[in-house]
C-alpha cells in the first residue's frame, strides 16, 4: 500500500489513524508474534494468516466498533493498532485499547498521541460520554499514559490474568468527557 494514497482518518503532527485493510494482514500477522508485546497485552491467542484476514474482514463491517492503524506522518509506516469497541449510543460509552508494535517506537508518545486522537474523536464525533479500558498492573508506562489523558483508576480486578505461570491483576480505568476536555496536558 506503500505507492497508494493513504487515508488519513485522524491526524497529528507525528502520526495519522486510518482504516485497517485486507492488505495490513501480513503485516499484522507478523506483529502478533513479538513477545513483549505480547505480554504488555496479555495475548495468549495462537493466530494463523488465514484468522488474522477473517477478523480484519469481521470488524470492517462491525458497526460497533472502529478499528484503524496507527501510522507515522513523515513515511506512512504502521507503528501500531488502536481500536474504539462496544461503541454503545444510547448509554454514550465505549471501550478502547492499543498496541505500539515494534519496541524501538516505545517510550516516544506516540500512543498517548494516537489515544489522545481517538478519545478527541469519540467524545466529540460519536458523542460518547464514559470511555473506559484495561490495563495489566505490569504496564506501568501504559498506565501512565492514560492517566495523562484524564483516565482515572476505578478497580482492580484480582487476578484475571494468567500468564507466564502467574496471575496478574486488570486495573479498570475510565476517562469521562469532561474529565479529557479539562486535563492538563
Known amino acids: 500500500m506503500k505507492n497508494e494514497q493513504q487515508i488519513k482518518f485522524l491526524e497529528s503532527?507525528?502520526?495519522?489513524?486510518?482504516?485497517?485493510e485486507i492488505?495490513?494482514?501480513?503485516?499484522?500477522?507478523?506483529?502478533?508474534w513479538d513477545r513483549e508485546a505480547r505480554r504488555l497485552t496479555g495475548?495468549?491467542?495462537?493466530?494463523?494468516?488465514?484468522?488474522?484476514?477473517?477478523?480484519?474482514?469481521?470488524?470492517?463491517?462491525?458497526?460497533?466498533?472502529?478499528?484503524?492503524?496507527?501510522?507515522?506522518?513523515?513515511?506512512?509506516?504502521?507503528i501500531g493498532d488502536i481500536a474504539m469497541m462496544e461503541i454503545d449510543h444510547v448509554n454514550q460509552n465505549a471501550i478502547v485499547r492499543i498496541a505500539i508494535f515494534e519496541?524501538?517506537?516505545?517510550g516516544k508518545g506516540y500512543g498517548t498521541e494516537a489515544m489522545s486522537l481517538l478519545l478527541d474523536y469519540g467524545f466529540h464525533i460519536l458523542n460518547v460520554h464514559r470511555i473506559e479500558l484495561e490495563v495489566f498492573s505490569y504496564n506501568v508506562r501504559a498506565?501512565?499514559?492514560?492517566e495523562k489523558l484524564g483516565f482515572k483508576q476505578e478497580g482492580i480486578l484480582r487476578?484475571?490474568?494468567?500468564?507466564?505461570?502467574?496471575?496478574?491483576?486488570?486495573?479498570?480505568?475510565?476517562?469521562l468527557k469532561n474529565e479529557?476536555?479539562?486535563r492538563s496536558t
Open 103 to 106: 519496541k524501538e517506537n516505545w
Open 143 to 146: 498506565k501512565k499514559s492514560y
Open 180 to 182: 479529557f476536555k479539562n
Open 13 to 20: 503532527k507525528r502520526l495519522y489513524l486510518r482504516p485497517v
Open 43 to 78: 495475548t495468549q491467542k495462537v493466530f494463523s494468516r488465514q484468522g488474522v484476514h477473517q477478523w480484519i474482514e469481521s470488524v470492517t463491517l462491525d458497526s460497533s466498533r472502529l478499528d484503524l492503524l496507527i501510522c507515522l506522518q513523515e513515511n506512512d509506516e504502521p
Open 23 to 32: 492488505e495490513d494482514a501480513n503485516m499484522i500477522f507478523t506483529t502478533l
Open 159 to 175: 487476578d484475571k490474568l494468567y500468564y507466564d505461570g502467574e496471575f496478574h491483576d486488570s486495573i479498570m480505568m475510565s476517562v
